[in-house]
């Protein structure tokens, strides 16, 4: 009987300590009241209506149901635009277990729970596209498309999100204060890392090649035989942009579960990530280029979509670079912030225009018809806000801005 | 079988397509004695017909004696009888305009998922007064890019040259119809709990048992022709041929895309009739083949690579460190 209560007692405070950080119910619930929760609250309360019945009545509810245009914003932002933008796992954990840069050692597990996330909600985005979500593990165990593209990615985006579950699985049980497990985490690390290279390369670049079978419908200034490495090259710089912007914003406002170490760092660790990113941006730019040269477009760049398509090299991609290598230069971690938000909104774009807008461009009402309902732009909100809302969840609990000082000789 | 089976290509073209066949049920010399005789001949192949080029980048032009359709966009008149046929063998729900409503006709349609094929009015660039009329359907292309682009395999191009589409493995991803060249696959959005793709089979199970597909039974005019691809490819080069003046010299369809099984001879350049024309002339499917046969080089080579790069960056770590512990032990 007393046994009894002390375990409850114990329950209720290890609950208390990790789910309410230490605070009661009222106390927490009082921290919650905040204009950005609110607005959140918004958001979700008429979003997460919309994705409800749009599994109760057909996915013509929450989409423009286009024969013309199966795709819209889910997988054109989510998939297309979620995945690149969640490379930070694979390209910090490379740069830090892999290449010996030591110094970003801080910045790392904020790199792979970011890629985590990302990956999960382009799982989600995915549930929520697709006809049949109950149906997603069809491509491991029911049929196999090897021709297929799309089953690669299916494979990939699976086995990587694994990857990053065990990647991240050291920061969970730092958090629920395990001892035994940390060794054999550590020791895979390098394995995960690897193979986390080969998956991220392979199906970063396979969300190009998808486009490769669509020749006659994606506009020849996006189409080409190297969209693989487009997507890929992309990929990386949009990665290191990622970092900088989440660990600016983390440092902004989750301050106080940041330590010393994380926030002392942060400006140089900016500053050298920024350098990555505009070397990366450049070899980019290059690569596009070469595109246009090898496939002898440059006619086609001054007709209304061949300026859409300068708009988005040189301003979104050239000029964002010009403004990290001069923030580099000047050493203004501000401006490195500025042009790293600049190129994630860069990335963003070239997806939507591969996916979205450049897609059928040749069909009549065809910038007409890619407008997408208010009810789809709703659930994607709703998505974003359950997105950011669970980065800050585990960015308040778990040790990834901090360092626990009982597993400091872990890693 | 009754009779020795008859090509019905090798008939002599007598008739000219365009006026109503009273008879149409065997125009072009096809009725459904001769189809059972070809299939019977075809029996023996389709058994040895393997699955399309899967990734290993093996070579392959198509199945032989694969059926086909030739339509003659010359004598299509817009009457929408095969919409009607196609309509009824496919069980589809009535559409929302009756098929003898005319007004159809002001908007340009697509497939859908009620429609597996729909006609559609063009203006006629020769005389402005006698519109054109082409009929949109599944091409069934001889390396169907659905196929290739489907992650569970759910369309399959058969011997017989449908492309068809199983829903028992189709999840609803939709890749298919981002990867048909055409735009015809549909899909049923409509439905919560079984929503699938929508389109032509070839009437696959008609051709399969000796029949024709529904709407070129239906046809008054004699536009559309069932029959083997490789023998409509010289019907229609014969066509070409005697009457020069009615039609463009070009088949559609004999390498568009890599070639599909259904085709059509026209009398204005395609164009004009909203057909793509900016289709590489190989296999769509041979613009990905590249990307995945890299694949199992990066599976291999990448291990390597990146643990020689983690095993160099740690050498020149302990290279330092040694640096250092001997320049403290001189000093």
């Given at each position: 009987m007393n046994g009894k209560t002390i375990r409850q007692d114990n329950f209720r405070s290890w609950f208390m300590d990790k789910l309410l950080m230490g605070m009661t119910w009222p106390e927490y619930i009082r921290t919650l009241i905040t204009p950005f929760n609110g607005v959140a609250a918004v958001i979700l309360s008429i979003g997460l209506p919309i994705i409800a019945l749009r599994y109760y009545n057909g996915l013509y509810f929450a989409t423009h149901a286009s024969q013309d245009y199966?795709?819209?914003?889910?997988?054109?932002?989510?998939l297309f635009g979620g995945v690149p933008l969640s490379a930070t796992g694979f390209v910090m954990a490379t740069a830090y277990?892999?290449?010996?840069?030591?110094?970003?050692r801080s910045l790392v597990r904020l790199g792979v729970l970011t890629g985590l996330l990302g990956y999960l909600f382009a799982v989600i985005y995915l549930l929520v596209d697709?006809?049949?979500?109950?149906?997603?593990y069809y491509p491991m165990a029911?049929?196999?498309?090897?021709?297929?593209i799309l089953f690669l990615v299916a494979w990939h985006v699976s086995l990587y999100l694994t990857v990053q579950i065990l990647e991240f699985s050291p920061v969970i049980l730092e958090w629920l204060k395990s001892k035994r497990v940390i060794r054999w985490a550590t020791m895979m690390t390098i394995g995960m890392t690897i193979a986390g290279i080969i998956l991220s390369t392979l199906h970063q670049s396979a969300l190009g090649a998808?486009?490769?079978?669509a020749p006659g419908k994606l506009h020849p200034l996006w189409y080409s035989s190297h969209l693989p490495v487009f997507f890929l090259s992309s990929s990386i710089y949009a990665a290191l942009a990622m970092v900088i912007v989440v660990s600016a914003l983390a440092a902004r406002f989750l301050r106080d579960k940041a330590d010393q170490t994380f926030l002392g760092n942060l400006p140089r660790q900016t500053l050298g990530l920024g350098r990555g990113a505009a070397v990366a941006m450049y070899v980019y730019f290059c690569l596009k280029v070469i595109g246009v040269a090898h496939d002898d477009h440059?006619?086609?760049?001054?007709s209304g979509y061949g300026l859409w398509f300068l708009v988005e090299l040189l301003g979104f991609v050239l000029l964002p670079a010009t403004i990290m290598s001069y923030g580099v230069k000047t050493e203004s971690v501000a401006t490195v912030r500025f042009a790293a938000f600049y190129a994630v909104l860069g990335l963003l774009l070239n997806r939507i225009n591969v996916s979205?807008?450049?897609?059928?461009?040749?069909?009549?009402?065809h910038l007409h018809d890619i407008i997408p309902p208010w009810k789809e732009v709703a659930a994607v909100m709703a998505i974003v806000t359950i997105h950011i809302l669970l980065f800050r969840w585990i960015l308040n609990r778990m040790p990834v801005l901090r360092e626990d000082p009982a597993y400091r000789d872990a890693h | 079988m009754a009779k020795e089976p008859r090509n019905p290509m090798e008939e002599p073209i007598d008739e000219t397509p365009g006026k109503p066949d009273p008879g149409k049920n065997t125009c072009?010399?096809?009725n459904r004695r001769v189809f059972l005789g070809s299939m019977a001949a075809l029996g023996g192949t389709a058994a040895l017909g393997s699955a399309a080029?899967?990734?290993?980048g093996a070579e392959f032009s198509g199945y032989p004696d694969s059926f086909g359709m030739l339509t003659d966009l010359t004598a299509c008149?817009?009457?929408r009888i095969c919409e009607e046929a196609c309509n009824k063998v496919n069980n589809l729900p009535s559409p929302d305009?009756?098929?003898?409503?005319?007004?159809?006709?002001?908007e340009t349609r697509r497939t859908t998922a009620k429609a597996y094929t729909v006609v559609n009015r063009f203006e006629n660039?020769?005389?402005?007064?006698?519109p054109l009329y082409r009929k949109v359907q599944c091409?069934?292309?001889?390396?169907p890019a659905c196929a290739t682009a489907c992650p569970i395999h759910a369309y399959s191009k058969t011997p017989e040259g449908a492309v068809v589409y199983n829903p028992?493995?189709?999840?609803?991803?939709?890749y298919c119809m981002i990867a048909c060249p055409f735009n015809i696959p549909a899909y049923d959005?409509?439905?919560?709990?079984e929503p699938k793709i929508m389109k032509c089979t070839l009437c696959y199970p008609l051709i399969s048992t000796g029949k024709i597909p529904a709407c070129a039974e239906a046809c008054?005019?004699?536009?559309l022709t069932f029959g083997k691809r490789d023998e409509l490819i010289k019907l229609a080069r014969k066509r070409i041929a005697t009457a020069p003046g009615r039609y463009i010299d070009h088949i559609y369809g004999e390498t568009e895309a890599g070639g599909t099984n259904w085709m059509y001879i026209s009398g204005v350049p395609f164009e004009d009739l909203?057909?793509?024309?900016?289709?590489?002339?190989?296999?769509?499917?041979e613009a990905t083949q590249g990307f995945l046969s890299a694949v199992p080089l990066v599976f291999t080579v990448w291990p390597a690579l990146f643990t020689m790069c983690y095993v160099a960056a740690h050498h020149r770590e302990s290279e330092d460190k040694d640096e250092k512990e001997n320049a403290e032990v001189k000093k």
């Amino acid at each position: 009987m007393n046994g009894k209560t002390i375990r409850q007692d114990n329950f209720r405070s290890w609950f208390m300590d990790k789910l309410l950080m230490g605070m009661t119910w009222p106390e927490y619930i009082r921290t919650l009241i905040t204009p950005f929760n609110g607005v959140a609250a918004v958001i979700l309360s008429i979003g997460l209506p919309i994705i409800a019945l749009r599994y109760y009545n057909g996915l013509y509810f929450a989409t423009h149901a286009s024969q013309d245009y199966p795709w819209g914003l889910y997988l054109g932002w989510g998939l297309f635009g979620g995945v690149p933008l969640s490379a930070t796992g694979f390209v910090m954990a490379t740069a830090y277990y892999i290449f010996g840069f030591r110094k970003y050692r801080s910045l790392v597990r904020l790199g792979v729970l970011t890629g985590l996330l990302g990956y999960l909600f382009a799982v989600i985005y995915l549930l929520v596209d697709i006809g049949r979500p109950w149906r997603i593990y069809y491509p491991m165990a029911i049929g196999f498309g090897t021709a297929s593209i799309l089953f690669l990615v299916a494979w990939h985006v699976s086995l990587y999100l694994t990857v990053q579950i065990l990647e991240f699985s050291p920061v969970i049980l730092e958090w629920l204060k395990s001892k035994r497990v940390i060794r054999w985490a550590t020791m895979m690390t390098i394995g995960m890392t690897i193979a986390g290279i080969i998956l991220s390369t392979l199906h970063q670049s396979a969300l190009g090649a998808m486009y490769l079978l669509a020749p006659g419908k994606l506009h020849p200034l996006w189409y080409s035989s190297h969209l693989p490495v487009f997507f890929l090259s992309s990929s990386i710089y949009a990665a290191l942009a990622m970092v900088i912007v989440v660990s600016a914003l983390a440092a902004r406002f989750l301050r106080d579960k940041a330590d010393q170490t994380f926030l002392g760092n942060l400006p140089r660790q900016t500053l050298g990530l920024g350098r990555g990113a505009a070397v990366a941006m450049y070899v980019y730019f290059c690569l596009k280029v070469i595109g246009v040269a090898h496939d002898d477009h440059w006619n086609l760049l001054t007709s209304g979509y061949g300026l859409w398509f300068l708009v988005e090299l040189l301003g979104f991609v050239l000029l964002p670079a010009t403004i990290m290598s001069y923030g580099v230069k000047t050493e203004s971690v501000a401006t490195v912030r500025f042009a790293a938000f600049y190129a994630v909104l860069g990335l963003l774009l070239n997806r939507i225009n591969v996916s979205l807008i450049m897609l059928n461009w040749n069909l009549p009402h065809h910038l007409h018809d890619i407008i997408p309902p208010w009810k789809e732009v709703a659930a994607v909100m709703a998505i974003v806000t359950i997105h950011i809302l669970l980065f800050r969840w585990i960015l308040n609990r778990m040790p990834v801005l901090r360092e626990d000082p009982a597993y400091r000789d872990a890693h | 079988m009754a009779k020795e089976p008859r090509n019905p290509m090798e008939e002599p073209i007598d008739e000219t397509p365009g006026k109503p066949d009273p008879g149409k049920n065997t125009c072009r010399g096809i009725n459904r004695r001769v189809f059972l005789g070809s299939m019977a001949a075809l029996g023996g192949t389709a058994a040895l017909g393997s699955a399309a080029r899967s990734a290993s980048g093996a070579e392959f032009s198509g199945y032989p004696d694969s059926f086909g359709m030739l339509t003659d966009l010359t004598a299509c008149v817009g009457c929408r009888i095969c919409e009607e046929a196609c309509n009824k063998v496919n069980n589809l729900p009535s559409p929302d305009k009756p098929f003898d409503d005319k007004s159809v006709f002001d908007e340009t349609r697509r497939t859908t998922a009620k429609a597996y094929t729909v006609v559609n009015r063009f203006e006629n660039p020769k005389e402005k007064d006698k519109p054109l009329y082409r009929k949109v359907q599944c091409n069934h292309c001889k390396e169907p890019a659905c196929a290739t682009a489907c992650p569970i395999h759910a369309y399959s191009k058969t011997p017989e040259g449908a492309v068809v589409y199983n829903p028992d493995f189709c999840f609803g991803c939709r890749y298919c119809m981002i990867a048909c060249p055409f735009n015809i696959p549909a899909y049923d959005y409509w439905s919560a709990l079984e929503p699938k793709i929508m389109k032509c089979t070839l009437c696959y199970p008609l051709i399969s048992t000796g029949k024709i597909p529904a709407c070129a039974e239906a046809c008054p005019m004699g536009a559309l022709t069932f029959g083997k691809r490789d023998e409509l490819i010289k019907l229609a080069r014969k066509r070409i041929a005697t009457a020069p003046g009615r039609y463009i010299d070009h088949i559609y369809g004999e390498t568009e895309a890599g070639g599909t099984n259904w085709m059509y001879i026209s009398g204005v350049p395609f164009e004009d009739l909203g057909f793509p024309t900016n289709l590489p002339h190989r296999p769509l499917v041979e613009a990905t083949q590249g990307f995945l046969s890299a694949v199992p080089l990066v599976f291999t080579v990448w291990p390597a690579l990146f643990t020689m790069c983690y095993v160099a960056a740690h050498h020149r770590e302990s290279e330092d460190k040694d640096e250092k512990e001997n320049a403290e032990v001189k000093k």
